[in-house]
Nanobody, 119 residues
Framework: QVQLVESGGGLVQSGGSLTLSCAASGSIFSIGAMGWYRQAPGKQRELVADISSGGSTNYADFVKGRFTISRDNAKNTVNLQMVALKPEDTAVYYC?????????????WGQGTQVTVSS
């Protein structure tokens, strides 16, 4: 089995910073793309940023220039550094990883971590 555990969420004032982390553990053969998604109340889950196994990154327009995604392949972790946070960034943030377990690829999710930005 594979488990993704997130950390780093919390309450921050507008303009502040937070860094989210997600670590994968279990019977992992290899990991492909990693990403962060978010879901605000009453809205659909949306992509925030992702990073390929080779390190190529992709960002949603609403976070470009403010958020930075990075990965540590040796530790099976993905981070999301968030600066200049806005109240509209308030959401539950989920990490996602494409993981090969016993030669079968699957999409795995973390449990979610709450980010609240006060105005």
């Amino acid at each position: 089995q594979v488990q993704l555990v997130e950390s780093g969420g919390g309450l921050v004032q507008s303009g502040g910073s937070l860094t989210l982390s997600c670590a994968a553990s279990g019977s992992i053969f290899s990991i492909g793309a990693m990403g962060w998604y978010r879901q605000a109340p009453g809205k659909q889950r949306e992509l925030v940023a992702d990073i390929s196994s080779g390190g190529s990154t992709n960002y949603a327009d609403f976070v470009k220039g403010r958020f930075t995604i990075s990965r540590d392949n040796a530790k099976n972790t993905v981070n999301l550094q968030m600066v200049a946070l806005k109240p509209e960034d308030t959401a539950v943030y989920y990490c996602n990883m494409k993981i090969n377990v016993y030669m079968v690829w699957g999409s795995y999710w973390g449990q979610g971590t709450q980010v609240t930005v006060s105005s």
